[in-house]
């Protein structure tokens, strides 16, 4: 049976400078809708590309002495190697420079003109070149800012095609109310039909002060409105336009989802589906509008000289951790501050210590007792039964977030699992079992590799290479069809693993790292470090830092944090501080509550979740991972410092 279809698309980037980590973004979220679907049973299409024309492009070009042509050549090559790196599989890259695109524009106009949808007229008002936008003046005379971007207008009189918009306003408003699902999130649609219900103007097509586009048919003084050459990628790319196409057009069309920003909504849920209805097409089915990345509040921009390099990052940090970090901490519906700090965090906490060490412990454990064959079993006791119940909850919660392109808390729901089966690793002591209970040993192992194996095929499509490489030291090699979200949802636990040693999966980034990936001394720093490893500390060092026994009088769950507890620790007459530890994976709080502990108190206090801690609990780890609380073995009075 052939398989249902997914066509999913980016918004084309202007050719007019390599890609930085805004336009990752775009990217990055239809490839992982695209990787979900196909997990889905779908065959796909995924289609991005350039938008090469347009009165931007031509004065860049002339500024560096360069054609228009060659200057958006020149950017080419980055995009296709950023895209790359970061495992970005697109059907095709599309660029609007290209002659079957033109062709198919210029199909699509002079089919608008014959029957009567586009006529002649002429433009008086005002042109925001780096939107590409017409801008509306009202009755000033002087040049009005662009409301998107801010910057100054420039005046336009011109001869101009316009395209009768205002014939679709109420085709538009009936598509709203008809197809609630055309825009995520909801919130969008509102604007966009307070917009439409304020009146449509026609829309000029074309501009004859330029004459860097798609020629106008019949008329080539007139080249074709970029924004109007660059919607249309989405079905020329696709074969609209050649009749030789049709069927490749129909399988694809209309589209299932098409990504942007919020910066561009107006063109895609306005002008788009207008000028499909002209073409007697359907509109796209869904648009997602994703916020903007900012840093320290502002929208990332070349124009505001603050963009980060996505081949920077890739460098330093590895592609696939830098792809969970953009979808697990920025919620698609908003905007999201990055930080290189943030991201280290996100590395060494959900992918180092939560998903990378439970596969390095179980696969350690196991090869230390010469277990690499870890076959299923028929009777399973009930910590595992109820671990694989846990894991079809997963499973379930996972998918419908992952549906209604809720990847934060898709990520969010599957981190919960995680910690599920490290708890079970933990409480089930295997490392005892391995000397006690060989069968039971083998139960765990077991149960962690379904585990593990269900989490790594839900992650693929965040992390492809690394899920691939856990699955790899599972012994199973990775399938798109076969691995298919269905086949986890029936799957009963029967395969059977072959385990490998492997390198570790994710590195934790060592904490005085700095917060820029491009921080010129950084080398020397690292040579620091590393020398600082082999030599002694004198006995100052020691005494600089305070350590002190406390008795903990009050310790509670942090709401915001699945890892944090907070304590009121009794120091004696030092008095009473508080302090968090990141130890709820091994105790309710109630576990501590009385106990004695020892604690760094001259550390500089730190927020952690917008409140203050005011030192460092101690605990030592053991070979299950568990941290142990470290205590003086008799009873002595808070306060006393350890000398
Ligand atoms: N060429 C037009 C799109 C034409 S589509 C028919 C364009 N290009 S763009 O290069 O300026 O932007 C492309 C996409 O990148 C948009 O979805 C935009 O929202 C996104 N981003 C650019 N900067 C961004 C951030 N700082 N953060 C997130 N996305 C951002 O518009």
Excluded at 79 to 85: D, G, I, K, L, V
Excluded at 99 to 126: E, N
Excluded at 156 to 172: C, G, P, T
Excluded at 176 to 190: A, D
Aim: aromatic letters at 10%.
């Amino acid at each position: 049976m052939a398989k249902e279809t997914f066509y999913v698309t980016t918004p084309i980037y202007y050719g007019t400078a390599k890609p930085h980590l805004g336009s990752l973004y775009s990217t990055l979220i239809a490839d992982v809708v695209s990787r979900w679907q196909q997990l889905s049973n779908k065959q796909t299409y995924f289609l991005t590309g350039t938008d090469e024309h347009g009165q931007k492009i031509m004065q860049a070009a002339q500024k560096v002495g360069k054609t228009p042509q060659e200057f958006v050549d020149s950017f080419i090559a980055a995009y296709q190697e950023a895209w790359n790196t970061y495992h970005i599989d697109y059907s095709q890259f599309i660029r609007t420079t290209d002659p079957r695109h033109i062709q198919r524009v210029q199909a699509l106009i002079s089919k608008l003109i014959k029957q009567g949808d586009i006529y002649k007229g002429s433009y008086d008002g005002w042109y925001c070149t780096p939107c590409e936008t017409y801008v509306t003046a009202g009755s000033a005379q002087d040049a009005p800012e662009c409301p998107s971007c801010g910057r100054e207008t420039q005046k336009v009189s011109e001869e101009s095609y316009f395209f009768k918009l205002s014939a679709y306003q109420d085709r538009l408003l009936e598509w709203y109310k008809t197809h609630p699902e055309f825009i995520v999130p909801k919130e969008r649609t509102n604007e966009v039909i307070s917009f439409v219900e304020s009146g449509l103007k026609d829309l000029s097509m074309s501009r004859t002060t330029i004459s860097w586009g798609v020629p106008f048919p019949n008329d080539p003084e007139h080249v074709v409105y970029v924004w109007v050459d660059a919607l249309c990628n989405y079905i020329t790319a696709i074969g609209y336009g050649d009749p030789s196409e049709n069927k490749e057009f129909e399988k694809w069309w209309p589209a299932n989802l098409q990504v942007l920003g919020k910066d561009i909504v107006r063109f895609h849920a306005v002008y788009w589906p207008a000028l499909l209805m002209a073409a007697d097409l359907q509109p796209p089915k869904q648009l997602l509008v994703h916020g903007w990345i900012q840093i320290n509040k502002q929208k990332m921009s070349k124009s505001r000289g603050n963009v980060v390099d996505p081949m920077e990052l890739a460098k330093e940090y590895g592609a696939d951790p830098v792809r969970y970090y953009l979808m697990r901490k920025i919620p698609v519906n908003t905007d999201g501050d990055f930080s290189t700090g943030d991201l280290e965090r996100c590395i060494t906490s959900d992918l180092a210590n939560d998903l990378g060490n439970l596969l390095h412990r179980m696969v350690s454990l196991a090869d230390r007792y010469g277990r690499h064959t870890i076959a299923p079993l028929a009777v399973w006791a009930q910590p595992a039964l109820d671990l694989r119940d846990a894991s079809w909850d997963a499973i379930e919660e996972y998918k419908s977030h992952m549906e209604s392109h809720e990847f934060h808390l898709a990520l969010a729901r599957l981190w919960k699992f995680i910690n599920q089966v490290n708890a079970y690793f933990h409480e089930q002591e295997p490392w005892k079992a391995a000397k006690s209970d060989p069968a039971k040993f083998l139960e765990i192992l077991s149960a962690t590799c379904h585990s593990l194996r269900i989490i790594a095929s839900l992650l693929w499509p965040v992390m492809p290479e690394k899920m691939q490489e856990l699955l790899e030291s599972l012994g199973h090699s990775f399938d798109r069809e076969k691995d298919s979200i269905e086949s986890l949802e029936l799957g009963t636990w029967h395969q059977t693993f072959l385990l490998k040693k492997m390198p570790t999966l994710f590195v934790k980034i060592e904490e005085s790292k700095v917060d820029s990936v491009d921080k010129a001394d950084k080398p020397a720093e690292k040579e620091i470090k590393e020398e600082s490893k082999e030599s002694y500390i004198k006995i100052d060092d020691v005494i600089k830092v305070d350590l002190r026994v406390g008795t903990i009088t009050s310790a509670e769950s942090v709401p915001e944090s699945d890892k944090l507890i907070k304590m009121q620790v009794d120091f004696g007459d030092l008095g009473s501080k508080q302090i968090f530890a990141g130890v709820r994976k091994w105790y309710h709080p109630e576990d501590l509550l009385g106990k004695q502990g020892t604690f760094v108190v001259n550390l500089k206090p730190r927020k952690m979740l917008g409140q203050v801690s005011e030192g460092m609990m101690l605990f030592a780890e053991d070979e299950a991972g568990k941290l142990h609380p470290v205590n003086p073995e008799g009873l002595v009075p808070n306060g006393v410092r350890l000398r």
